[in-house]
């Protein structure tokens, strides 16, 4: 597998294994606090799909959306119950425009363009911040997924390469 192509799988891989953590929360699973305060789901997602936009896709162009207060400004602005979150099937679709917009690029991008420095970094260091980023949120958003007993999500789990 070529660098490009393994870049490429991550990419796609980190898109789909978001959505497949979101696939089918609901209600009180997507914006509660608990177990233990984590952040919701909902906002966990939404942060996941900012991070990736402005990290991303503003460098190469504009960001693909607009984002709430609480999200866009986490740093200094923590989500709080209560906040407001799009439908579970918007933040999806806001993740897959943030997602396809990135690979679209990447599988026209040349050597130089992934080694350019359109934003704070060569874009290619970008790239494998966003992705050990949404990996290490995936990691948290199974786990609450779990405390809370959201157990169908757990046969869900696709190996790699899949």
């Avoid at 497949?20 to 509660?32: F, K, Y």
């Amino acid at each position: 597998m070529e660098f490009r192509e393994y870049i490429l799988h991550q990419l796609r891989e980190m898109k789909r294994e978001l959505l497949t953590a979101l696939a089918d929360v609901e209600g009180e699973d997507l914006i509660s606090f608990e177990p233990c305060g984590h952040w919701p789901v909902a906002w966990i997602a939404e942060h996941c799909s900012e991070v990736g936009d402005g990290i991303l896709c503003e460098p190469i162009g504009e960001p693909v959306n607009q984002y709430a207060e609480h999200v866009a400004h986490w740093q200094r602005c923590e989500p709080k119950p209560g906040d407001a979150y799009p439908p579970r099937e918007e933040i999806e679709s806001r993740w897959v425009a943030v997602c396809d917009r990135i690979i679209s690029y990447v599988e026209a991008a040349s050597n130089e363009d992934l080694q350019a420095t359109p934003g704070r970094e060569p874009y290619i260091n970008s790239i494998l911040r966003v992705i050990n980023h949404t990996n290490s949120h995936l990691r948290s958003l199974w786990c609450i997924l779990g405390e809370r007993r959201v157990d169908h999500k757990f046969a869900e789990q696709q190996s790699f390469l899949a």
